[in-house]
């Protein structure tokens, strides 16, 4: 059973178009991230979801919304997509921050956008 | 602001040495520290995670040290092998937040 997945695991569009990419845990986890790889390879958080609430919003542009319908799920929607855009998606998932004491986090396969 | 520095960018050592990468933070007010794994085109495998009250963890072949006052931790590897060859990626938690910050990694190429 894969912990963390993501669908699409590639997303080819065109400047201009929405998309969104999919995240499940089905490691009972709380809090869910999005993290972005862009083309050096480096990464940087974006979003955070504990309990289903933002607890995190990187200076990212207010074109990308995540959205958790649930616990185990944090999907990730862009509007108006830019060639910038194009990078490796990361979702990843740990055990709620309680107490000061913070768990491993599991991350996704990826989502390699790519924007034309 | 939380800066992670990996160093060296890139290794090469043949089959059986063993080797060291090393990471460094800025800010030593962290909850953790976790190495990572990253193959090429894949995801990010979780190697060893570093609670700020340790002071190492150890996973087969792999060692992780932690020295938080100077900022810095090490991830020891023993007695290389081809399929060690990845990105290793260093992370710290921060104190008061709950996301990771990344070093750039370290591109190791083990030489059979």
């Known amino acids: 059973d894969t912990a963390v997945s993501q669908t699409p695991k590639y997303l080819v569009t065109q400047m201009g178009n929405d998309k969104s990419i999919k995240c499940e845990q089905n490691?009972?986890?709380?809090?869910m991230y999005w993290y972005k790889q862009d083309s050096k390879k480096f990464l940087k958080i974006m979003f955070s979801?504990?309990?289903?609430?933002?607890?995190i919003n990187e200076t990212v542009p207010n074109r990308f919304s995540p959205k958790s319908p649930d616990k185990a799920h944090l999907n990730l929607h862009i509007n108006s997509l830019e060639l910038g855009d194009s990078a490796v998606y990361f979702c990843?998932?740990?055990?709620?921050?309680?107490?000061?004491?913070?768990?491993?986090?599991?991350f996704g396969p990826g989502t390699r956008l790519t924007v034309l | 602001k939380q800066e992670v520095t990996q160093i060296p960018a890139a290794l090469s050592v043949p089959e059986g040495e063993n080797l060291v990468l090393n990471c460094s933070f800025t800010?030593?007010?962290?909850?953790?520290l976790q190495w990572f794994r990253q193959d090429p085109g894949k995801g990010l495998t979780s190697l060893l995670l570093?609670?700020?009250?340790?002071r190492e963890q150890t996973s087969g072949r792999l060692n992780a040290s932690l020295d938080k006052s100077s900022g810095r931790s090490t991830l020891y590897i023993a007695a290389s092998q081809p399929g060690d060859s990845a990105t290793y990626l260093c992370?710290?938690?921060?104190?008061?937040?709950?996301?990771?910050?990344f070093g750039k990694g370290t591109k190791l190429s083990v030489i059979p």
């Open positions: 990843a998932s740990t055990r709620a921050v309680t107490g000061g004491s913070y768990n491993e986090q599991f």
């Open positions: 992370a710290v938690s921060g104190a008061g937040s709950y996301q990771l910050t």
């Open positions: 490691l009972g986890h709380d809090t």
């Open positions: 570093i609670q700020s009250s340790q």
């Open positions: 800010d030593s007010a962290i909850y953790n």
């Open positions: 979801y504990n309990n289903k609430e933002l607890i």
